[in-house]
C-alpha cells in the first residue's frame, strides 16, 4: 500500500516515466526500501487499471509516461489525511521468533535475545553514522533539498525503532529473570516444607535459568 501512495504522491508532483519513480523514491528513502523494477510496473498497471493514473503520450510499457487523475488525486489527499492503522499490526518476525522460543525443546531464549541485541546495536550505530553524515553534509549555507529532509526523517524512524527494540529485549530478558526467581523461591518453599523435591524443570524453560545465572553475575 506504501509503494502504491508513494508513486501517487511522486506523480502529483508532475507525469513521470516507471525508472524515474523508481530513483526518485529510493532517494526520498535513502535506498532503505529499495524497489524492483517490475514491482514499479506492475503497480503502476493497477494504479491505471484503479483510475488513478493515465498513461501520457506514446511509448511501449517501459517507456510510458504516466500522469495522475483527479481520482488519483483524492485518493492521495484521503491517504494523507488519514492515520496509519495500528490496530491491525503487522507480523513482526522477531516477536513471532520469541514467542515461538518460549516452550520449543532446545532453544536458549536468553540466547536468542542477546544476539538479537546485539544485532539491533549494531544496526542502530549505523543509522546513527548514516545520520551524522547526512547532517554534515547539509551543513552547507544551502537549504536542504526534499530528498535530504525525507531520507533523515526515515533514517530516524530506523533509529527510533531500534531503540524501542532493544528496550524490549532489555524487558524481556528481564521478564525471564524474575520467572526463574520466583520458580526458584517456590522450590525453596517447597524442601523446607518436607514435601518431594522440586520436579526438574522441561528443557524448554531452562533459558529462564541459563539468563537468570548471567543477571546474577552481572
Known amino acids: 500500500m506504501s509503494i502504491r501512495f508513494g508513486l501517487l504522491a ?15 523514491f529510493e532517494s526520498r528513502t535513502g535506498t532503505t ?22 498513461p501520457e503520450g506514446g511509448g511501449d510499457a517501459k517507456q510510458q509516461l504516466y500522469a495522475i487523475t483527479e481520482e488519483g488525486r483524492r485518493s492521495l489527499v484521503e491517504w494523507f489525511d488519514s492515520p496509519v492503522d495500528r490496530t491491525q499490526p503487522s507480523r513482526d518476525e522477531l516477536a513471532i521468533k520469541l514467542a515461538m522460543a518460549v516452550g ?8 536468542v535475545i542477546q544476539r538479537q541485541r546485539r544485532h539491533t546495536l549494531a544496526a542502530m550505530r549505523d543509522y546513527t553514522r548514516l545520520k551524522a553524515d547526512a547532517m554534515n553534509a547539509g551543513s552547507s549555507d ?10 533523515l526523517l526515515v533514517l530516524e524512524q530506523l533509529i527510533f525503532y531500534a531503540e524501542a527494540e532493544v528496550r524490549w529485549l532489555d524487558h524481556c530478558e528481564a521478564r525471564l529473570v524474575r520467572l526463574a526467581a520466583r520458580r526458584a523461591e517456590r522450590g525453596e518453599r517447597g524442601e523446607r516444607a518436607g514435601g518431594p523435591p522440586a520436579a526438574e524443570e522441561p ?3 531452562s533459558p529462564t535459568r541459563t539468563v537468570a545465572r548471567k543477571g546474577a553475575s552481572s
Do not use: H, K, M
Open 33 to 54: 526500501w529499495p524497489l524492483n523494477i517490475g514491482q514499479v510496473y506492475t503497480t503502476l498497471g493497477r494504479l491505471e487499471r484503479d483510475g488513478l493514473i493515465r
Open 142 to 151: 544551502a537549504d536542504p533539498t526534499s530528498d535530504d529532509v525525507a531520507w
Open 203 to 205: 528443557a524448554a524453560e
Open 104 to 111: 520449543t525443546p532446545g532453544v536458549n531464549l536468553g540466547e
Open 10 to 24: 511522486l506523480l502529483d508532483q508532475g507525469p513521470r516515466y516507471g525508472s524515474q519513480l523508481r530513483a526518485e
